[in-house]
């Protein structure tokens, strides 16, 4: 019996033994594969997404014209007779700028003036016979046609008399001059460029899809090449219409130039504000990776990587808006992204 109980004590610390063991290892697995979980986990660092204030504005092409801008030409062929403008001044409204010479047409019209007295005469005498019923009422309406006809011609060669002195239509900067005193001139012959720009105008296209948010009387800002002053202007008119080939909508801002800083015909850098985003989310710019069919982000969810597909809009130095796809509290991957797959387990250090 003595043996008997030494047996079963031995039986039953065997089995403890072996049952201890098997527990030691199941942990020590489980142990190993908790390891082996941490060690597979990507350590990335990510962003808790958070809305924000946002103006938001639009960056276009735009070209520089003068407010006011001709080809100083003469109405008449002629002898310039004189030139009364000095190149690269200031002239005023109104001020001559050269003379034709006009000696033929005074003499025309000192020769018209005469047929329009002798006319004038003989309508007077029709009128008197008329009255006597000394001729006829025909004959009358004759004498007053000729003298009528004879008028006109006097205002007509006045009038080409008057064309013989060019002067400036408005106030301006007088370019430089293609003729000299005694250069022959027509109607084709440019004799200066007068430019008037103590304000320009800013000339450029805006995507048909802003064209609702655009208003007359909307303040815009630009730049010019070579200067770093930013420059204000305003919008004073739009095209009626969208252009069908570019699907674009024409816009044009005034700007004061008193200064004369700004050059016609240069290039400007345009920023049109647009609407105010109350609650715009952004993310840092090496967070998005480009795809085929547009763009993705990883956030990170249940201790994996999550690929989601976004929209984006506008961009800032460091970061870009997102206008679809994400949601405020999202925590965005940031770094590490370009090795990761949907459903890859992360490890993230949260900035």
Do not use: C, H
């Not at 527990?23 to 958070?50: D, F, R, T, W």
């Not at 430089?176 to 800013?202: C, D, F, H, M, W």
Request: avoid cysteine.
């Amino acid at each position: 019996m003595k043996f008997k109980y030494i047996f079963y004590i031995l039986a039953v610390a065997l089995v403890a033994l072996i049952g201890y063991r098997i527990l030691e290892n199941s942990s020590e697995k489980k142990n190993e594969k908790e390891k082996g979980k941490n060690k597979m986990a990507a350590k990335v660092a990510g962003i808790v997404l958070q809305p924000r204030e946002f103006s938001d504005q639009l960056s276009l092409s735009g070209s520089i014209e003068a407010n006011e801008q001709i080809d100083v030409r003469s109405e008449v062929s002629g002898i310039v007779e004189n030139i009364n403008f000095t190149e690269g001044t200031n002239v005023s409204k109104g001020q001559v700028l050269f003379k034709v010479n006009d000696l033929e047409l005074r003499a025309q019209l000192a020769k018209a003036k005469t047929a329009q007295g002798l006319a004038s005469e003989n309508a007077r005498r029709a009128k008197l016979l008329l009255d006597k019923e000394a001729i006829s009422r025909e004959e009358f309406d004759i004498a007053t046609a000729d003298f009528r006809s004879a008028q006109s011609e006097t205002q007509l060669i006045g009038a080409q008399l008057a064309k013989t002195t060019v002067r400036a239509p408005f106030s301006g900067r007088i370019g430089l001059r293609s003729i000299s005193k005694g250069t022959y001139v027509t109607p084709e012959t440019v004799v200066a460029k007068l430019v008037n720009n103590t304000q320009v105008k800013i000339t450029f296209s805006v995507p048909e899809k802003y064209s609702s948010q655009l208003k007359s009387g909307s303040t815009v800002s630009f730049t010019v090449a070579g200067a770093k002053e930013k420059f204000s202007a305003k919008i004073y008119a739009l095209e009626p219409e969208v252009d069908v080939d570019t699907r674009t909508l024409r816009v044009r801002a005034l700007a004061d130039n008193r200064d004369g800083k700004l050059l016609p015909g240069t290039f400007a850098n345009v920023m049109l504000p647009l609407d105010k985003i109350n609650d715009a989310l952004f993310v840092p710019t090496q967070a998005l990776i480009p795809i085929q069919n547009g763009k993705k982000i990883f956030v990170a969810s249940n201790g994996k990587a999550k690929e989601i597909i976004v929209e984006t809009g506008a961009r800032t130095d460091k970061d870009i808006l997102i206008t679809s796809g994400l949601k405020p509290g999202d925590t965005v991957l940031t770094t590490g992204v370009m090795s990761l797959k949907d459903g890859t387990p992360v490890k993230v250090k949260v900035d």
